[in-house]
Antibody, heavy 122, light 107 residues
């Protein structure tokens, strides 16, 4: 079945970097767009970043633009989120998510990972 | 960026009640809206896509309606397993944006 498994979370000091991974299985990875969504402790969902199926088109939320980079490795069916210049407000559970290959605007996110926790603290 | 204003932020209801949650978009998003349910410690789950299409396996007591800037999620008869937090998500324009969430609690 379709699975998304995130890893790479942990405790990191402000200003440092961290890379999250999301290993996927059960579907043809290079046909689907992929997103990252995060949730700070006790708060709502915040959309973070998206990468289209071709790996060339990328979008970012305002709060992470210029600091985070989304990428994908087709050969490994893996999605990444490189997070630089981390701040306390980046503390959250980070979810990777799959979107419909042709009409993401209509179908939205259909599969979510279980999340990985990032804590930014000195 | 498109702002999604979701209301109410929380509500208390009894089993069997009809519940309505509203999302308002700051600009026209056609029908590019989804509704998601999240239970504590779990990943969100899609309930509705394209404003009114029901995700496979989701009970028919859930329904969505609206278009343009006003959208509604309705639970026709609240069940014990429906106590959760609900979010709308606009998928029309990047960056995508979520509503603030509505926590549905037991009365």
């Amino acid at each position: 079945q379709v699975q998304l498994v995130e890893s790479g979370g942990g405790v990191v000091q402000p200003g440092r970097s961290l890379r999250l991974s999301c290993v996927t299985s059960g579907f043809t990875f290079d046909m689907f767009g992929m997103h990252w969504v995060r949730q700070a402790p006790g708060k709502g969902l915040e959309w973070v970043a998206a990468i289209w199926f071709d790996g060339k088109t990328k979008y970012y939320g305002d709060s992470v633009k210029g600091r985070f980079t989304i990428s994908r490795d087709i050969s490994k069916s893996t999605l990444y989120l490189q997070m630089n210049s981390l701040r306390a407000e980046d503390t959250a559970v980070y979810y990777c998510a799959r979107v419909h290959p042709k009409a993401a605007y209509y179908y939205g996110i259909d599969v979510w990972g279980q999340g990985t926790t990032v804590t930014v603290s000195s | 960026d498109i702002q999604m204003t979701q209301s109410p932020s929380s509500l208390s209801a009894s089993v069997g009640d009809r519940v309505t949650i509203t999302c308002r978009a700051s600009q026209d998003i056609r029908n590019d809206l989804g509704w998601y349910q999240q239970k504590p410690g779990k990943a969100p789950k899609r309930l509705i896509y394209g404003t009114s299409s029901l995700q496979n396996g989701v009970p028919s007591r859930f329904s969505g309606s609206g278009s343009g800037t006003e959208f509604t999620l309705t639970i026709s008869s609240l069940q014990p397993e429906d106590f959760a937090t609900y979010y709308c998500l606009q998928q029309n324009t990047y960056p995508w944006t979520f509503g603030q969430g509505t926590k549905v609690e037991i009365k």
